[in-house]
T-cell receptor, first 114, second 113 residues
Framework: AQSVTQLGSHVSVSEGALVLLRCNYS??????LFWYVQYPNQGLQLLLK??????LVKGINGFEAEFKKSETSFHLTKPSAHMSDAAEYFC????????????FGTGTLLAVQP | DAGVIQSPRHEVTEMGQEVTLRCKPI?????LFWYRQTMMRGLELLIY????????DSGMPEDRFSAKMPNASFSTLKIQPSEPRDSAVYFC???????????FGQGTRLTVV
């Protein structure tokens, strides 16, 4: 079975500061990993994904994440936070295949202070 | 493409009433997922379909919940009878073989009073 742990339900950074949101996963088979973002009263939007190949993946809005198998981690980073980055971020895992069932972490609410 | 379409966006109902949530997946997608989001439990997968067939409904909380997918372009999630603890945001998502991610609708915010 797959699972995801997101450390820190709330993270606050200053505008222009580094954003680091942590995600650790558990999977018995090679996982596919995802970060989604949810703005207030909106659905979930894909930020980036890792399936195979290059372990550093870049996504929209300047975000990137690195798959580290030895650490079972897939942390999300952005060098410089912007006010518009304030949202809830979800890490998710799947094993791919025919159905792409996603298992989500509990989410991290990111606040950006001016 | 219009994306995944859910209706209604908001639903307020009285305890004991039947509630039906609707979802139209992205055209051509053959997998459909129903998730429930609450503050206490986060995003829970309730049920998913592949090629209109329910594959795993182990996340459905009780027999009061049922889901159907009569064709590739429509699915419903029904709660009968509804209870206040069913209050949540319900998301529908779709995907397809060869696509690794799921695409989400805007959600239905259900309030049972």
């Amino acid at each position: 079975a797959q699972s995801v742990t997101q450390l820190g339900s709330h993270v606050s950074v200053s505008e222009g500061a580094l954003v680091l949101l942590r995600c650790n996963y558990s999977s018995s088979v090679p996982p596919y990993l995802f970060w989604y973002v949810q703005y207030p009263n909106q659905g979930l939007q894909l930020l980036l994904k890792y399936t195979t190949g290059a372990t550093l993946v870049k996504g929209i809005n300047g975000f990137e994440a690195e798959f580290k198998k030895s650490e079972t981690s897939f942390h999300l980073t952005k060098p410089s936070a912007h006010m518009s980055d304030a949202a809830e971020y979800f890490c998710a895992v799947s094993i791919g295949g025919a159905t792409n069932k996603l298992i989500f972490g509990t989410g991290t609410l990111l606040a950006v202070q001016p | 493409d219009a994306g995944v379409i859910q209706s209604p966006r908001h639903e307020v109902t009285e305890m004991g009433q039947e509630v039906t949530l609707r979802c139209k997946p992205i055209s051509g997608h053959n997998s459909l997922f129903w998730y429930r989001q609450t503050m206490m439990r986060g995003l829970e997968l309730l049920i998913y379909f592949n090629n209109n067939v329910p594959i795993d409904d182990s996340g459905m909380p009780e027999d009061r919940f049922s889901a159907k997918m009569p064709n590739a372009s429509f699915s419903t999630l029904k709660i009968q009878p509804s209870e206040p603890r069913d209050s949540a945001v319900y998301f529908c998502a779709s995907s397809s073989t060869g696509i690794t991610e799921a695409f989400f609708g805007q959600g239905t915010r259900l309030t049972v009073v």
